[in-house]
């Protein structure tokens, strides 16, 4: 058995706020906030791990962290046995050419001012790929093929190009270092529907032909039930579940995961699972007192959830961190269908938001 690529353990990253003006006169320390709290997990080579939830869950902050983009606060990242977290700034350089990140928004990820053939160019001679220049505009060439297109883009500026070729060139400027691990952080969630097809059956093209490992943060379940191998759901800074994609999808062992499937329009979500449905919205300062963060929302609701949850290994790979899930043959989805509909009614039942 291979060891995994990646392996996230109690990751936990917190911001501090700005001390206020009444902070100073009573010289409280400033106050911060985890945004990540305890997390795990691992990546296998040339696997998919999907990291889903709703805005404010955790997702981004936990992928930039992985990569040191953001400094954690506490826990261990270990790529390919060297521990990410105590790398030198020169062992850390060599690791970001095997670590990269696509972002959510292509033109703010992109310099206005650059041609898109020079900002190719420069990622190369950062990392001192190719000997001349010519060879290193070669290389660019063939990265604009390998994401779709065509020569004449490497000529233009980002504002020239639509949303779609911009998200290419921004994966075109991550395969550039040949890396291993794909950080995906929301890749499509900007761009319209039809395009959002093609940069996914783009992805799924890269990783097979390169054998990549994807960490692919997103809201979208629908798109993540096509593309992921495995699923963790984030909610409020910690994974309340993971376990293989589809039977994530048929048999939810949380009740959040229940809510974010009955939020997908059409079949298998929507009207269909309505009972399943989160009441209210996401309160941050549930995070860090005792007891489930869900309890507020969850329509399962028990005495014991005042309680801090454990993170439970179920059967198949299955992990959980619900009361719940304890108990045996418990299934998140049938649970919600047998809820009465007049204790919970439509009318008190809100969308989760998305990102």
């Known amino acids: 058995m291979t060891d995994p690529l990646l392996r996230i353990e109690d990751l936990r990253v917190e911001f501090r706020a700005q001390r206020t003006i009444a902070d100073r006169i009573a010289r409280r320390p400033a106050k911060s906030f985890a945004a990540v709290r305890g997390v795990s997990f691992e990546i296998k080579r040339g696997e998919t791990l999907a990291l889903v939830g709703e805005s404010g869950s ?6 930039r962290g992985l990569l040191r983009l953001t400094e954690p606060s ?3 990242i270990t ?10 700034a020169s062992v850390l350089r060599r690791l970001r050419e095997r670590m990269q990140i696509v972002f ?25 790929i190719g000997a001349s220049a010519a060879e290193r505009k070669e290389r660019v060439a063939q990265l604009l093929t390998d994401v779709g297109l065509g020569q004449e883009i490497a000529t233009r500026y980002p504002h020239e190009l639509s949303g779609g070729q911009r998200q290419r060139v921004g994966i075109a400027r991550a395969l550039a270092v040949d890396p291993e691990l794909l950080v995906l952080d929301e890749p499509v969630s900007a761009l319209d529907v039809s395009v959002q097809a093609q940069i996914i059956n783009l992805l799924e093209d890269i990783q097979h032909a390169r054998g990549l490992a994807y960490l692919f943060v997103a809201h979208d379940l629908a798109v993540v039930h096509h593309t992921a191998d495995r699923i963790a759901v984030m909610y409020l800074g910690e994974i309340v ?4 994609v589809d039977a994530v999808f048929e048999h939810p062992r949380h009740p959040y995961t229940e809510a974010l499937l009955a939020a997908i329009p059409g079949e298998g979500g929507g009207v269909g699972r309505r009972a399943g449905r989160a009441r209210g919205e996401l309160r941050t300062e549930l995070a860090e007192q005792a007891g489930c963060p869900f309890r507020t929302r969850c329509p399962l609701r028990e005495a014991r959830c005042d309680a801090t949850p454990p993170f439970v290994q179920l059967e198949g790979d299955r992990k959980s961190r619900c009361w719940l899930a304890t108990d045996p043959g418990f299934d998140a989805a049938a649970a919600a269908a047998a809820i009465d509909a007049t204790t919970i009614k439509p009318t008190a039942i809100d969308a989760i938001p998305e990102a």
């Open 241 to 244: 579940e993971e376990g293989p």
């Open 74 to 76: 506490a826990g261990s």
């Open 58 to 63: 955790g997702k981004t902050t936990t992928g």
């Open 79 to 88: 790529f390919d046995g060297i521990d990410v977290r105590t790398a030198s």
């Open 104 to 128: 959510q928004d292509p033109y703010s990820s992109l310099n206005p001012r650059i041609a898109v053939g020079t900002a190719l160019a420069e990622v190369l001679t950062v990392h001192r």
